[in-house]
């Protein structure tokens, strides 16, 4: 029998966590800059937090990673951490096309036989996303990303 845990007062404990992280961890931004991820990281503690009151008048109670394959979340959680380290390194844009892709053609091939043909063209999706992203934080809202030795 697997074992049920409380997962609303997991994920609300957890989501509360990385709010308390990051909110302690943002360094001297100028006041525009940091308006945005302030309201974010307010907006994820509310989150949090009404998850935690949810865990407690009606709680969900489920096995924790019951679905999926374990190797395949070991391996996307590693490769998330691997991308956190990697945008210092070689920078945001480099790293996040570099990563998601991985993350595309892995998760992907789950379940589908993926082609040169196919992964090219999901490179390029991603490039341009990740693009569009970089340009709205970096260009427009002034958000400081991590610029490493390659862009």
Known sequence: MTKKF???II???VGLAITIFFWFSRGDVSRLSIMFPNAILILMAVFSLAIIIKGFIKADRKPVFSNGDQRRIAVTTAALFIWVLAIVWIGFYV???LMFSFLAYY???ARIKVSLSQF????VII???VGFFYFIFAKLLYV???????F
């Open 6 to 8: 409380n997962t609303d």
């Open 11 to 13: 994920g609300g404990v």
């Open 95 to 97: 790293a996040s096309v």
């Open 107 to 109: 998760l992907a091939s």
């Open 120 to 123: 090219a063209i999901w490179v």
């Open 127 to 129: 490039a341009g996303l």
């Open 144 to 150: 400081p990303l991590p610029k490493g030795i390659l």
